[in-house]
């Protein structure tokens, strides 16, 4: 177990820019998430996938924000056109989900903290 | 739609006492999960503790322990014998078992701890 890997750990892009995170979850972990944490808020959902199906995405997931986990391992995001109101820790977890939410625990990675300029 | 409320921004406790973090939740669903997650300065968010709503008993882990009050939808969380290694932001999460919004957790925005030597 080798935890929740997330790359890159910082991102300083310029506003206008393109980002894409990537999010490799703990092994055989069939449910993905990502969240976004500004500061001093606690992280607010964006999107899951459980294997290669998006299943639920947020409201605060705009037109410039798309998610990706091909194959059902790694997952990415991307912001396209970054703004300023885009800087925040962008967070991904990943459970196993487990008849009826028995092990539906959720492990965090470290995260990627994004400043758009 | 569900809501997380923690109302005391920060805490401060003396090394080897007892402190407790409030939680006050707001939901309409009788079966769902409640979460203490610990977020360590520039360190990755861990679970600390889980309880679920249709069990009675106050979970316990070690020095942490709950109070579940189901019907004052309050889930506050006690450190004993606390130490240096507990600050830490702690967060308070809700995830209902069922339905469509079953995969994300609804985060609280958080208590800060300071542990004094």
């Known amino acids: 177990d080798t935890g929740v890997s997330q790359d890159p750990r910082h991102k300083i892009t310029k506003r206008g820019q393109n980002v894409t995170f990537r999010c490799d979850p703990i092994?055989?972990?069939?449910?993905l998430y990502w969240y976004r944490q500004t500061l001093g808020q606690g992280p607010e959902f964006l999107t899951y996938f459980q294997n290669e199906a998006q299943l639920e995405k947020s409201r605060l997931l705009s037109d410039r924000f798309s998610a990706e986990r091909p194959k059902g391992s790694f997952s990415t995001l991307e912001i396209q056109r970054t703004e300023q109101g885009d800087s925040a820790m962008y967070l991904c977890?990943?459970?196993?989900?487990?008849?009826?939410?028995?092990?539906?625990?959720?492990?965090f990675g470290a995260g990627t903290r994004l400043s758009v300029l | 739609a569900q809501t997380v409320t923690q109302s005391q921004p920060e805490m401060s406790v003396q090394e080897a006492e007892t402190v407790t973090l409030s939680c006050t939740y707001d939901?309409?669903?009788?079966?769902?999960?409640l979460f203490w997650y610990k977020q360590p300065p520039s360190r990755q968010m861990i679970l600390v503790i889980r309880q679920e709503a249709y069990k009675q008993q106050n979970a316990t882990e070690n020095r942490f322990s709950v109070n579940f009050q189901k019907a004052a939808k309050s889930f506050s969380l006690k450190i004993s014998d606390s130490q240096l290694g507990d600050a830490a932001m702690y967060f308070c999460a809700y995830r209902m078992n069922y339905g469509g919004s079953q995969g994300n957790l609804i985060f609280g925005k958080g208590t800060k701890l300071s542990v004094k030597p």
């Open positions: 939901t309409s669903e009788s079966d769902y999960y």
């Open positions: 092994s055989e972990h069939n449910r």
């Open positions: 977890a990943s459970s196993l989900k487990e008849g009826r939410g028995a092990k539906n625990i959720q492990y």
